[in-house]
């Protein structure tokens, strides 16, 4: 059994695969290019005995950009498959906390300026 200590959550379900519009349309994932350099939406799925308690079990955190661990497949029977990834993020890079896991769209201004302009 996998289990946080100290001041360390441990999440799943962490939000770097591709994207369906509510309209169907695909958005492929542009995670390791530079248009993926942006925050990311995790699961909680465990918290140390030093994290405030804001940061419940199942709740979602919007982390800033490079403050998470590299993902480890682990198994553990809390998991719905037995299996999964799992990332240790920092209480304080959570950008935001929400209930259930928003729509979000990723882009930075890489992606969002057409056109760059020079002096």
């Not at 379900?13 to 925050?39: A, C, N, R, Y």
């Not at 994290?51 to 553990?76: H, P």
């Not at 809390?78 to 890079?93: L, M, N, Q, T």
């Not at 201004?109 to 020079?118: D, F, H, I, L, R």
Request: glycine share 8%; hydrophobic share 35%.
């Amino acid at each position: 059994m996998i289990k946080a200590i100290g001041d360390n959550l441990l999440c799943i379900d962490g939000d770097f695969g591709d994207q369906v519009t509510e309209t169907g349309i695909l958005i492929k994932s542009i995670d390791k290019k530079s248009q993926g350099i942006t925050s990311r939406w995790f699961k909680i799925f465990e918290r140390g005995p030093e994290v405030d308690s804001v940061f419940e079990i199942g709740k979602w955190v919007l982390v800033a950009y490079g403050r998470w661990t590299e993902g480890m497949e682990l198994e553990d029977d809390r998991f719905e498959d037995g299996v999964a990834k799992v990332w240790k993020v920092e209480p304080e890079s959570c950008l935001a906390i929400a209930d259930e896991k928003p729509d979000t769209f990723y882009y930075n201004s890489n992606v969002a300026t057409a056109e760059y302009k020079t002096r």
